[in-house]
C-alpha cells in the first residue's frame, strides 16, 4: 500500500496498491522533490477513463517501471475532478507541448512545479507513434542530470505561455444581438447536418451550443437554429449514446453516427443534457423529449444519488475489465428473454442483428421513430409501445444481474450544482413536486455539510470522510444559478437568500477588481504557477459564464445592483472571445441574451396549492422563455416578502399575475385567462 490509500478520492485509492511510491498532490510531495532535487512526475486522470485504467495495467502495476519512478521522480497522482485547477494549469502546458490533450495526463514538471515535458497515455512498448513509458522515463531521468540548463529554459517558456493564455484582453465595442447572431453561422459551419451535432468522430455532447441556437431561434425567429438543436437530440436520443434501458445518457459517441458510445456515464453530462431536452420540449413540445428528460432523470434518481441526498459523480465504461460489456446484448440472449414474437418486434426496433452492430455485439439504437416503426410494422402505435415496456423491463432486470461498472461515488459541489438545477427546472416545467424534493435534499445536504464554518463552500465530500479542498469558481456559480431554480420551483424564500449569501462570498474570493471578470480559483488557494480565469466552455459551462448567468437571474430577482453591474463588466470583458471564437463560449453568449433582455419578470400573488395558481404556473413555464425571473407571493397578511419584485403585489380575490421589466410592471392579471391571454402577444 502507498499514501494513496488514505485518500478519500476512488481514482487516486484505485493506485493504492501500485508498486509505484505514489503521493497525494500536497506540501509533503512538493517539499520531497524540492529536497531530493528530483522533477516531479504528475499523473491526472479520473476514476471513469478507460485509458487511464489501461495505463495503470500496463505501466504503474509493473515493477520496472515502478522502479524508474521511484528512483529517478518524485510520483504525484491527483484526480482532476477534485482538483480541476491544476488539471486546467497543465492540461494548457501539454496541448502547449503536443497539440493535443486528454487523459491519463502524464506531466513532467521541475521542482517549483514548472511544466517542461509531457503527453498523454505512454504506451509500455514503442507503439502509436509514441515512445514507451519506461524509454521516456530513462531518457528524461538522463535529461535532468546532463541537460538541466535546457529543462529550465523550456520550464520558463512553457510557464509564461500558460500565464499568458490565462488572460483576458478587453475588446472595444458594444454589447448587442449582433454578437448572437454573428455566433450562429460559425456553429452551422461546425453542424453535422445528416446526424446532427458538431463536428466528425468522435462526437460529443454540445449542449450549452445547444442552448445558444435555441436562444437565436427565440430572438430571430431564426427557424435553421431550432432545426439544427432538433436534429441532433432526435439522432441522440435514438442512436447508442442513449441508455435505452436505464435511461441517460453515455459520455460521447466514438462515430459520427452516435451509435457507438465511449460508455462512461458523468453525472455533469446528464444534467445539462436534461435541461437541453427540457428546453427543447418547452420550444416544440415534442413528447419524445419529455421522455428523456424524465428517463435520464430517473436514472440519476435510482443510480447516482446517495441516501444521504446529493448525486454521485461517474459511472465507468468498463464492467469486469471490458469496455461496454454491461450494456451491450446478443441476438440470442434477446430472443431467450423475450420470447419469439416479442423478440422479433424488439430486435426490429432497436436494430439487433445475429452478427452485432459493434465487435461482434448489439448495441442499443432505434434508426426509426416509434410512430414510423409502427405503419412498418402494421401495428398500432400504442400497442407497440406497451410491447416495448414490456420487453424493456424484462431486459433492464435481465442487466441488472450482470456485474455493473464501477461508480465514483465522490459527492462535487459544483456537479450537485447542475443537477440541483436540471431536477429543479424540470419541477417547474413539467410540475412534478418530486423533482423539487429531489432537488432541495440534494441542496440541503451541500449546503449543510460541504459549507465550513465561514460560510465557504468546500469541492468535495465522500461517504465516512470529511468535506475538502476550497470550492472553486465554478462550484460557487452552478450551485448559486440552482438555488434560484430551486426558488422558481418551491417559491421558498431560503434559497434566494442563502444565494445571496454565496453570491456576496463569490465576489470576494474570486472577483478581479483590476480587470475584471471572476478567476478561477480564490485569493486564499494556494499559490501555483498560475491563475487563470477559465475562459473556455468544455463540457461544463466555464466559471464566469455560469458566473455571469447566476448573478443576472440572482440579480433581477434580488433587485441586487452590484450583481448586475459585476455581470455586465464581465461580458465586457469577454466581447472580443463572444465575437472572435463564439463556438468556444456558448455559455457567455447565453448570458448576453439574458443581459440583452427584454428580461420578463413575473410576480405571482396566489395560493400555491391552488388550482389556478398551478393553472397559471404551468402558463409561464410551459413555453420556452429562456428569459425571465418568476417569483410567488401567498395571499394573507405574513411579512413583508423578501424580493422587490413582490413589495405592493396583492390579489383582488383570484390568483393575480403581475408582468414587470425593470421592476416597471403592467397593469394586474386576474385570473388565469387573463394571463393566457397576455402571454398569446408576448
Same mark, same amino acid.
Given at each position: 500500500m502507498n499514501r494513496l490509500i488514505h485518500e478519500t478520492s476512488p481514482y487516486l485509492r484505485q493506485h493504492a496498491n501500485n508498486p509505484v511510491d505514489w503521493y497525494p498532490w500536497?506540501?509533503?510531495?512538493?517539499?520531497?522533490?524540492? *529536497? +531530493?532535487?528530483?522533477?516531479?512526475? =504528475?499523473?491526472?486522470?479520473?476514476?471513469?477513463?478507460?485509458?487511464?485504467?489501461?495505463?495503470?495495467?500496463?505501466?504503474?502495476?509493473?515493477? *520496472?517501471?515502478?522502479?524508474?519512478?521511484?528512483?529517478?521522480?518524485?510520483?504525484?497522482?491527483?484526480? #482532476?475532478?477534485?482538483?480541476?485547477? +491544476?488539471?486546467?494549469?497543465?492540461?494548457?502546458?501539454?496541448?502547449?507541448?503536443?497539440?493535443?490533450? @486528454?487523459?491519463?495526463?502524464?506531466?513532467?514538471?521541475?521542482?517549483?512545479?514548472?511544466?517542461?515535458? @509531457?503527453?498523454?497515455?505512454?504506451?509500455?512498448?514503442?507503439?502509436?507513434? #509514441?515512445?514507451?513509458?519506461?524509454?521516456?522515463?530513462q531518457a528524461l531521468a538522463d535529461a535532468w542530470q546532463k541537460q538541466r540548463e535546457q529543462i529550465n529554459a523550456q520550464a520558463g517558456q512553457v510557464t509564461e505561455h500558460v500565464q499568458k493564455l490565462g488572460e483576458l484582453i478587453p475588446v472595444a465595442g458594444g454589447l448587442d444581438e449582433s454578437l448572437i447572431r454573428h455566433a450562429v453561422p460559425a456553429l452551422r459551419e461546425a453542424f453535422d447536418p445528416v446526424h446532427g451535432g458538431f463536428g466528425s468522430a468522435p462526437k460529443f455532447p454540445h449542449p450549452l451550443e445547444n442552448g445558444l441556437l435555441l436562444r437565436a431561434w427565440r430572438r430571430f425567429g431564426d427557424d435553421d437554429a431550432l432545426a439544427m438543436v432538433r436534429r441532433t437530440l432526435d439522432h441522440m436520443a435514438m442512436g447508442g449514446i442513449y441508455d435505452h434501458l436505464g435511461g441517460g445518457f453515455h459520455r460521447y459517441s466514438t462515430d459520427e453516427r452516435w451509435l457507438v458510445p465511449h460508455f462512461e456515464k458523468m453525472l455533469y453530462d446528464n444534467a445539462l443534457l436534461a435541461v437541453s431536452y427540457l428546453d427543447a420540449f418547452q420550444a416544440t413540445g415534442e413528447p419524445l423529449y419529455r421522455e428523456i428528460v424524465q428517463e435520464t432523470l430517473a436514472y440519476v434518481r435510482r443510480e447516482m444519488t446517495s441516501p444521504e441526498g446529493p448525486f454521485y459523480s461517474t459511472q465507468d465504461a468498463d464492467s469486469e475489465g471490458v469496455e461496454g460489456k454491461f450494456f451491450v446484448w446478443s441476438a440470442a440472449e434477446i430472443d431467450r428473454l423475450l420470447g419469439q414474437a416479442h423478440a422479433e418486434v424488439f430486435r426490429e426496433v432497436y436494430g439487433v442483428t445475429p452478427e452485432g452492430n459493434w465487435e461482434g455485439h448489439n448495441i442499443l439504437n432505434r434508426a426509426r421513430t416509434f410512430e414510423q416503426t409502427a405503419r412498418l410494422l402494421r401495428m398500432p402505435e400504442v400497442e407497440l409501445r406497451r410491447l416495448l415496456d414490456e420487453a424493456r423491463q424484462k431486459l433492464f432486470e435481465a442487466r441488472g444481474q450482470r456485474v455493473p461498472p464501477g461508480r465514483d461515488d465522490k459527492v462535487l459541489t459544483a456537479w450537485n450544482g447542475l443537477m440541483i438545477d436540471a431536477f429543479a427546472r424540470a419541477a417547474a416545467v413539467l410540475a412534478v413536486p418530486e423533482y423539487a424534493d429531489i432537488a432541495t435534499r440534494a441542496a440541503d445536504f451541500v449546503l449543510s455539510r460541504m459549507r465550513s464554518g465561514d460560510g465557504r463552500l468546500l469541492r468535495t465530500w465522500k461517504a465516512s470522510s470529511e468535506p475538502k479542498l476550497n470550492a472553486y469558481l465554478e462550484d460557487y456559480a452552478f450551485l448559486i444559478g440552482a438555488l434560484v431554480s430551486l426558488y422558481e420551483a418551491t417559491f421558498k424564500p431560503r434559497w434566494i437568500v442563502t444565494a445571496q449569501q454565496l453570491a456576496d462570498v463569490m465576489i470576494d474570493q474570486f472577483w478581479?477588481?483590476?480587470?475584471? @471578470?471572476?478567476?478561477?480559483?480564490?485569493?486564499?488557494? *494556494? /499559490?501555483?504557477? /498560475? #491563475?487563470?480565469?477559465?475562459?473556455?466552455?468544455?463540457?461544463?459551462?466555464?466559471?464566469?459564464?455560469?458566473?455571469?448567468?447566476?448573478? +443576472? #437571474?440572482? @440579480?433581477? =430577482?434580488?433587485?441586487k445592483a452590484e450583481y448586475l453591474e459585476k455581470a455586465e463588466a464581465t461580458l465586457r470583458l469577454f466581447r472580443g472571445l463572444m465575437e472572435g471564437r463564439p463556438s468556444g463560449v456558448a455559455g457567455m453568449l447565453a448570458a448576453l441574451d439574458f443581459y440583452l433582455g427584454p428580461v420578463q419578470e413575473f410576480a405571482v400573488v396566489g395560493d400555491p396549492a391552488a388550482a389556478d395558481t398551478r393553472q397559471v404556473l404551468a402558463l409561464v413555464f410551459g413555453a420556452y422563455r429562456p428569459n425571465k425571473v418568476v417569483a410567488l407571493r401567498a395571499p394573507g397578511p405574513e411579512a413583508e416578502p423578501i424580493l422587490p419584485l413582490l413589495h405592493d403585489k396583492k390579489a383582488t380575490g383570484a390568483v393575480t399575475t403581475y408582468i414587470c421589466q425593470n421592476f416597471t410592471c403592467q397593469a394586474p392579471l386576474v385570473g388565469v385567462e387573463a394571463l393566457e391571454a397576455a402571454l398569446a402577444t408576448c
Open positions: 500536497g506540501p509533503e510531495a512538493l517539499a520531497r522533490a524540492r *529536497e +531530493l532535487d528530483r522533477p516531479i512526475f =504528475l499523473s491526472i486522470g479520473y476514476s471513469a477513463c478507460h485509458w487511464c485504467h489501461v495505463m495503470e495495467r500496463e505501466s504503474f502495476e509493473d515493477p *520496472e517501471t515502478a522502479r524508474l519512478l521511484n528512483e529517478h521522480f518524485v510520483s504525484i497522482k491527483v484526480d #482532476r475532478e477534485e482538483r480541476p485547477d +491544476l488539471d486546467q494549469i497543465y492540461m494548457t502546458a501539454v496541448q502547449l507541448l503536443t497539440g493535443q490533450g @486528454g487523459w491519463p495526463m502524464s506531466m513532467f514538471l521541475t521542482p517549483d512545479l514548472r511544466p517542461f515535458y @509531457g503527453g498523454t497515455y505512454f504506451p509500455p512498448r514503442d507503439a502509436y507513434g #509514441r515512445p514507451s513509458f519506461k524509454r521516456l522515463l478581479d477588481s483590476a480587470e475584471g @471578470g471572476f478567476f478561477y480559483t480564490g485569493r486564499d488557494h *494556494e /499559490a501555483l504557477i /498560475a #491563475r487563470t480565469k477559465d475562459p473556455h466552455d468544455s463540457s461544463i459551462p466555464s466559471g464566469n459564464s455560469a458566473a455571469t448567468m447566476a448573478l +443576472l #437571474r440572482l @440579480g433581477k =430577482l434580488a433587485g
